[in-house]
């Protein structure tokens, strides 16, 4: 299945399982975000997905309208890089979110648009204000906010409305984890928030230095996984043992019904 997104002819999306992804690229991904912030017309939503999101979804209809109703779905990871190409896709390289993240803020500094940050603990979001500022000087950071870590109330949701409304940002990026962080950007594009609501995750403590990076050679042999698994094993070692080989059983019959239907 394919879509051809209307408001960015450059890009369109192939189903990966019951997810569509968007056919892109740093360059395009981050033009498309600029654009967007420019024109502050309405609400837009953006995701990154990995083997995780993408069966996550599968089991939670509510995480899959949230992802597939984003107006940006980057391939985050290497399989989904590896699933897009089996469709026939031109797709040399993940779109990784913490890379993304800083293009985008180097393109928003040049083009003074606003940004805001939010998600996770204070210490961090004022680490990242650090990083970002040394990194990108002429960044205007109008919006920060570290949310309790519970449900919020309706009337919290409708304070933190206005407060991003009033804070002029165009741009916000939202660490809450997956699929808390669609869930939340999904919410925005509902209530009709203005600007582009990016649900990053682990880009928030990896651009503000309190969690390491993943080498660049380890990204490119597709052993992020192995890496993220060594720095949390506690939290992550379920994850690891139970998604990917999910993926890979619904990927192949997925292809598999491709291919009869040809």
Sequence with gaps: ??????????????????????????ESASNAVIAWA??????????????????????QPNHQTAMNECDLVTPDGSTIV????????????RVYGP???EIVCEKAEKEGLPIGIYGGKSEVLDALEVALHSRYPALKI?????????????????????????????????????????LYVHEKKLRGVPGVFMAVGAAIDINSGLQRKCPRWMQRHGLEWLFRLTQNPKRLWKRYAKYPFLFLLMSNRQMAAIKRGR
């Design 142 to 182: 109008t919006y920060k906010h570290s949310p309790p870590f519970r449900a919020l109330t309706d009337e919290e949701k409708a304070a933190e409305d206005e407060a991003q409304r009033a804070s002029g940002a165009t741009i916000f990026f939202i660490g809450l984890g997956c699929p808390k962080q669609e």
């Design 1 to 26: 299945m394919e879509q051809t997104l209307t408001y960015a002819p450059q890009l369109h999306r192939r189903q990966v399982i019951q997810t569509e992804v968007t056919v892109c690229d740093y």
């Design 99 to 101: 890379d993304l993240m």
């Design 38 to 59: 420019k024109a502050y017309d309405r609400t837009y939503t953006t995701c990154h997905v990995n083997s995780h999101g993408v069966v996550n979804g599968v089991h």
């Design 82 to 93: 590896k699933a897009l190409q089996k469709l026939g896709e031109s797709v040399h390289d």
